[in-house]
């Protein structure tokens, strides 16, 4: 386990040093996650101590009870408010046996997904439509260029997980589906319609089943 930490801490110190994010421009900046002032990250807090570097919220497995039977646990600003200025996190994603982590894009980061345990279907597709995919195991890498619509999906029958590091402490992510059919407000019925060349009938069968849990 030693190794395999070192392994992805390593990747994540590389995305740092070809970060996505500003540089920055003093020794730390801790992110004052409560501050009312809007800027481009966050501003420093006065005062901060180790604490605002530590996380353990990756430690542990995750567990992926939902409809896709994936658990992502994310390892950026807002749980590590050291980060802030450094252009980098981490994230842990956990799969049931075939869990999805479904379509989707981060604007603001590359992603380099390193597997901890299990097989991984994972691929993303270019602007010009074409699938670059492969199956991963446990040790082996996958690159997501920045912006570029990505999935992974558990081939096997038995629980996986991986750590992705980006090059920035806020990749973002939006999730095609549900940004599409699941966004407030609507996206009108008659624009996803036509997008997709199904009715509209269907078009609302889909954002029923998108729509959030209340």
Do not use: W
């Not at 646990?73 to 999805?100: E, Q, W």
């Amino acid at each position: 386990m030693v190794v395999v930490v070192v392994i992805v801490m390593s990747f994540a110190v590389f995305l740092g040093i070809v970060s996505a994010d500003p540089d920055m421009l003093q020794d730390v900046c801790v992110a004052d996650l409560a501050s009312k002032v809007k800027v481009n990250g966050f501003p420093c807090k006065a005062a901060f101590n180790e604490t605002d570097f530590f996380y353990d919220g990756l430690a542990k497995p995750g567990l992926p009870n939902n409809t896709l039977g994936n658990l992502v646990r994310r390892g950026n600003v807002l749980k590590i408010p050291g980060l802030n200025t450094l252009g980098m996190s981490l994230d842990r994603s956990d799969f049931a046996p075939f869990g999805l982590s479904a379509p989707h894009t981060h604007p603001r980061a590359t992603e380099m997904v390193f597997v901890l345990f299990g097989e991984i279907y994972a691929g993303f597709i270019t602007t010009a439509n074409v699938l670059v995919a492969k199956t991963i195991k446990a040790g082996e890498i996958f690159v997501f260029p920045r912006g570029l619509v990505h999935f992974q999906m558990n081939i096997q029958n038995t629980p996986a997980a991986t750590i992705a590091a980006f090059n920035s402490q806020l990749p973002g992510a939006s999730f095609i589906a549900t940004t599409l059919f699941a966004a407030e407000p609507t996206v009108p019925n008659d624009v996803l319609a036509k997008a997709f060349q199904i009715d509209v009938k269907e078009v609302e069968m889909i954002k029923a089943k998108l729509a959030p849990k209340s």
